[in-house]
């Protein structure tokens, strides 16, 4: 069965730097996707709890979210997905917590959906910002090598790094030439060790034809440019 739990910490840092730093004593803070919030964990006392909201499809990391940090606030959001909430509502619009957010932050959340999805879900995330609010989210760029940035890490693309993970059905040239097809494309879909370039809604959480025990949907990642990557004026320490 898959760990629905995150024990990930990074996400403060990662987000911090790369909205430049920017003042979060004091401001509403929306982790979408955020599982149980380990976000603050990371963030230490420069995050007031009080101030800290998550949204999460899944119920079973809401209720541990709110036993661990009683003082953030947790929500359930019931929306299908065939990974974290097969039992969920097609299409339900993210909760409406009542206000408007400073920061709105999300880390591997779309690189778990189709592109329609992604779309729909970040315009309803800009409607929940205040007027100098900020919205940053993760995504999968079949064009990026980490290693650039960082020497450290392996050299590669992720889309590389997830066929050579898988690694049963794929030769070194098949992967090479999977590699290749995913840095032409606007956006793929790769599932498991099969590519698929600028699909359908057939792949989609929103669509009938995803079945919640397709073993497929667990391991969906996409890539696309950050064509809704946006900030706003924004206060820095």
């Known amino acids: 069965m898959h760990n629905l739990i995150s024990t990930r910490v990074t996400q403060f840092a990662y987000f911090d730097q790369l909205l430049g730093g920017p003042a979060w004593k004091g401001r509403k803070v929306l982790d979408f996707g955020g599982n149980i919030g380990t976000?603050?964990?990371?963030?230490?006392d420069r995050v007031d709890h009080d101030d800290y909201w998550c949204i999460d499809l899944n119920r079973e990391v809401i209720e541990r979210g709110r036993q661990s940090?009683?003082?953030?606030?947790?929500?359930?959001?019931?929306?299908?997905?065939?990974?974290?909430?097969?039992n969920g509502i097609s299409y339900?619009?993210?909760?409406?917590?009542?206000f408007k957010?400073?920061?709105?932050?999300?880390?591997?959340?779309?690189?778990?959906?189709?592109?329609?999805?992604?779309?729909e879900l970040v315009k309803q995330l800009r409607g929940m910002l205040s007027p100098a609010g900020v919205l940053a989210f993760t995504f999968t760029d079949a064009n990026y090598d980490r290693s650039l940035s960082d020497p450290e890490l392996p050299a590669g693309s992720d889309v590389r790094k997830m066929l050579e993970r898988n690694g049963v059905k794929n030769t070194s040239r098949d992967i090479d030439?999977?590699?290749q097809r995913a840095r032409e494309a606007r956006w793929c879909l790769l599932i498991d060790e099969e590519l698929h370039l600028e699909p359908g809604d057939e792949f989609s959480?929103?669509?009938?034809?995803?079945?919640?025990?397709?073993a497929i949907a667990r391991t969906i990642r996409w890539t696309t440019w950050p064509r809704f990557f946006r900030t706003r004026k924004f206060t820095h320490r």
């Open 177 to 179: 030439q999977i590699v």
């Open 92 to 98: 339900l619009p993210i909760p409406d917590c009542g």
């Open 69 to 86: 940090y009683p003082r953030a606030h947790f929500v359930h959001y019931d929306r299908y997905s065939s990974q974290y909430n097969p």
């Open 39 to 44: 976000f603050l964990v990371g963030a230490g």
């Open 101 to 119: 957010f400073d920061i709105i932050v999300a880390f591997s959340v779309f690189t778990h959906t189709h592109q329609s999805e992604m779309f």
């Open 205 to 214: 959480h929103r669509s009938a034809a995803v079945s919640p025990t397709r």
